[in-house]
């Protein structure tokens, strides 16, 4: 039987309060009741996820979808779940009050949002998509659009999806094809979307698509891209349901993972030679919206690699202090010393260590970064904003690329810790390490998440940002000078190594840029990489800090600091040590990434000519 889900919810209100800011946030105009209510919140998902999500979990991903002329059936419990986690009012969290939402910061989204990943990922992935929908369609939609769609879908009685991939269209979204021709007040849309996530179910009334569309005559390219909402129901004047609009669903995957929920192949006017769709925004720009939309669902898909990497975790911490084998080290010489658990082993100790430390570290990252946006979309100084926007936009593949590369080697280590019962369906953790696969891969993959950092985010502001964050990095390491602490010194000598080493990355990068673009990118994912164990291993350092201060008050809560402490100088030993050989790699490697060429892959296959 897979372990029940608990969330670690002391860490959570740890990152939450002690470093993400909680109070700052709570001071931004609308949130001043944010503080207050978070503890309530927490507890409350944590009650949800464990009582409602958890428990659909595996039956959800053995029984998976089932399509049958163009209808598609979620799996046994999920209407009913989804109907109360509506009802709860999960969806609007972060939405304002005016659509029925919450009006709570983004900084209370991350937590939420880790708990119903590692709940259940299958069914989270939808409601997961109505905020996305909600947040692109309150930036960009028309008046109209905002009034008859946006409560709809923060009551739950719709759902959103996004549609951009297509068949020759996943990574590189220039190549969309699908049209959409005017045709009076609205527009016709005929093409096909693959992979669509939740692009047809049985959990609500609508379904709210947002489509890329190219039309007549737009431009080649991204910049000829613009994005329609196209409801499966259309809707009369006043907003309530008419007719099926011309949007089918042609079939549903067979998968690796994430079998709880439909991925869908959507057909757009194949009846009628068009669905019905509304522009939403400026013709062309629709890149530009989907763009808002993309990087709200990449930061949730890094946060979902957290969710799926903890609750891995913490099937492994149980087992390993069930499963009796072999003896206690100190204990070998004696054939009579009793068995022990796994847990008394070093090396599933190592493994543990390295789960908690990098979940942990991921965690205080990401929530950091959630932190910023409400800084970013709040702060009345527009320099503030800027500066945080600025940050976001940096942290955002690195959170999403980072984290989730992270939990499937996360999930792997897990699984090492069941042995042989890893690999048996019934432990649960098989399910962890096929779902947690996909986060790598959907919302961009991470070498897209690594073409964006080192693009738009390094080269194109020629630096500018990553060295105000190096700078800002190294002055936070110079207050652990004074540290008395032997901890806190071995943690900053680490951290300093590596904040040279994205320094040092960066501006390798940069040098080859003019002359060699493919080396400056050969080494793009290591980048992404190395920023992710520094700007993780900066938040450990502060939480290093903390602790130590904390720790020397005699704080009621001293084993948890002294714990913290401990789980972040694991982290500079094991992981953020990783900075020296990440920035040889990204300094001395690139040239040799592209040296063999194409067809030199193939003369390992081939018999040698006698001569
Ligand atoms: C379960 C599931 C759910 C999904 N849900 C949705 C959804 O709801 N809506 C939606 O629109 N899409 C969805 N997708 C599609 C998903 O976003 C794409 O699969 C993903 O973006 C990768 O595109 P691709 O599969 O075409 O791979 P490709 O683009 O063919 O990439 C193949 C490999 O080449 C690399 N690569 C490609 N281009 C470059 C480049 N320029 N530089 C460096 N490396 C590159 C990639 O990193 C990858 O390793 C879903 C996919 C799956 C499997």
Redesign the pocket.
Known sequence: MPQPYRAPLRDMQFVLRELAGLDEVAKLPGFEEASDVADAVLEEAAVFASEVLDPLNAPGDREGCTWRNGEVTTPKGFKEAYKQFARAGWIGLPVPGEYGGQGLPQLMVGPTHEMWSAANLGFSNGPG?NQNAIETLELTGNDEQKHHYIPKLVSGEWTG?????EPQ????LAAVRTKAIPDGDHYKISGQ???????EHDLSQNIVHLVLARLPGAPEGTKGISMFVVPKFLLKADGSLGERNDVWCASI?H?LG?NGNP?CTMNFGEKTGGAIGHLVGQPHRGMEYMFIMMNAARYGVGVQGIGLADRAYQSALAFAKERVQGRDLKDMASRSAPPVTIIHHPDVRRMLMSMKAQIEAMRALAYVTAASLDIANRHPDEKVRAEHKAFIELMTPVVKGWSTDTAIEICSTALQVFGGMGFIEETGIAQQYRDVR?TS????????QA?DLVGRKLLRDMGKTAMRVVGDMKTFAATLESSTDPDVLAIREQFVNGIDAVAAASLAIGKNAPTDIAAS?ACSVPYLKLWGIVAGGWQMARAAAIAEKKIAANDVESEFYKTKLATARFFADHVLSQAAWLRHEIVNGSSSVMRVSEDAFELDRKVMTPA
């Open positions: 998509l999806t996004m549609n951009l991939t269209a996943g990574s590189d979307k693959i992979f669509i996530t939740f692009g995957e998968k994430i991925t996909i891969i959907y919302e961009g993959t991470t070498g897209i073409l990118f």
